[in-house]
């Protein structure tokens, strides 16, 4: 940020920390932050910790965020703010999108689930501030390193339709023991709902829908094999975007070997139960340990010919590992997700822009080289 701004963070969890230290942290121009959580005690956390692991001076204020209703200092806060970061569970979202669009603030959220990115889609079409959905690591970056490679490989190689766009993203422990092979590094609910609800794909250049889990492979990257699978809400509108462009294109979501088998394992009885994604986090927190120390791999690839004929592919990896901001160590699922997200904050406070934007309306080289985004993928 070169300009100072008042920043309004709704969330106190690990995204919404680690959110707070890189704009206090990385900003060129020091922001004013506002933590907003429905526990107070939780935001001053938050508050005192980004305080404390900043080497800048600045304020944090934490506040109370009500699940329903305005409370007068809420009034206050978002009358002085200039943007909304939601960090908050995706069920919240269109609520924090109606306030910002209400006190015409701008706003970014993190979360792929589809219906919620759709209601506020129609609610911000005729907003005059600014609104960017899914921007986060996957959908997020995920999908403009995607729309990048794309783009690029068209240019290049003088064509306008490609075979294939892959793209996959696993948040992993560095090790993973029996019977799961897993360990959560980030929302067991977000988990949860993302094995469960269906993908969405191209394939035979059409937008089509599959389920989740239905299409598990291998893939080796950097001589390591992981297993990968469809998962819900990663493809964020590509698939849109990219019809009839691209013959077949999904977004899977990278695993040790042995996970999914589990998974499946866990799912028999109660899929198409209407609490299926309640039950099957509990099951998954019954066993499964929450683990600190974590790496995010990522992939991205397209395939298609030139315009001689000749079969193409282009494709790029990276394993991000936990990274110290300040005086504190953050996750790589904390950095790889919020940097993404100030990043969209960036874009929206000095372009002044309005309405709706959607990961495919992103320039992507642009985005990809900005200044926080860099700090964590590299170029």
């Known amino acids: 940020m070169k300009k100072h701004f008042n920043i309004i963070i709704a969330g106190a969890g690990g995204i919404a920390e680690a959110a707070g230290l890189i704009l206090m942290e990385w900003s060129e121009v020091t922001p004013t932050l506002f933590i907003g959580n429905r526990t107070l005690s939780n935001a001053q956390k938050v508050a005192q910790w980004i305080e404390e692991g900043t080497t800048k001076p600045g304020r944090v204020t934490p506040f109370h965020l009500p ?12 009358q002085q703010g200039d943007i909304i970061l939601d960090c908050l569970p995706g069920s919240q979202a269109p609520r924090m999108a109606q306030l910002a669009k209400d006190y015409q603030l701008h706003y970014a959220n993190l979360t792929e689930y589809v219906a919620e990115t759709n209601e506020i889609t129609t609610l911000a079409k005729d907003a005059q501030t600014g609104f ?158 929450h683990i600190e120390d974590d790496q995010i791999v990522l992939y991205a690839a397209v395939e298609g010919k030139d315009a001689d004929g000749f079969l ?46 959607l990961q495919s309306q992103i320039d992507p080289i642009a985005f990809l080289r900005g200044n926080y985004v860099t700090k964590v993928y590299g170029n």
């Not at 699940?67 to 978002?78: A, N, P, V």
Request: charged share 25%; with cysteine.
């Open 67 to 78: 699940e329903s209703g305005l409370t007068d200092e809420m009034k206050t806060i978002l």
């Open 132 to 289: 960017i959905l899914q921007t986060g690591l996957a959908p997020g970056y995920i999908d403009l390193l995607a729309n990048g490679l794309f783009q690029q490989f068209c240019s290049d190689y003088k064509v306008d339709k490609v075979d294939k766009l892959e793209f996959k993203v696993g948040a992993l422990t560095r090790h993973a023991v029996a019977p799961h092979y897993y360990g959560f590094t980030w929302s067991p609910v977000g988990v949860a709902t993302e094995y469960l609800k269906d993908a969405i794909v191209l394939r035979d250049f059409t937008k089509t829908t599959l389920p989740s889990l239905s299409e598990r492979s291998i893939i080796i990257i950097g001589g390591i094999a992981y297993e990968e699978d469809l998962t819900s809400g990663g493809a964020a509108d590509l698939p849109d975007v990219l019809a009839g462009k691209v013959r077949s294109l999904d977004y899977k979501t990278l695993r040790h070997p042995g996970h999914y088998a589990w998974v499946q394992e866990q799912l028999v009885g109660f899929r198409t139960s209407g609490q299926a994604i309640e039950i099957l986090q509990q099951k998954m927190e019954a066993v499964i340990p």
């Open 312 to 357: 193409r592919r282009r494709e790029t990896a990276k394993r991000i590992v936990p990274q110290k901001v300040g005086r504190h160590e953050l996750r790589a699922i904390q950095t790889t997700t919020a940097a993404p997200l100030v990043q969209a904050a960036q874009l929206l406070l000095e372009n002044q822009l309005k309405g709706v934007i």
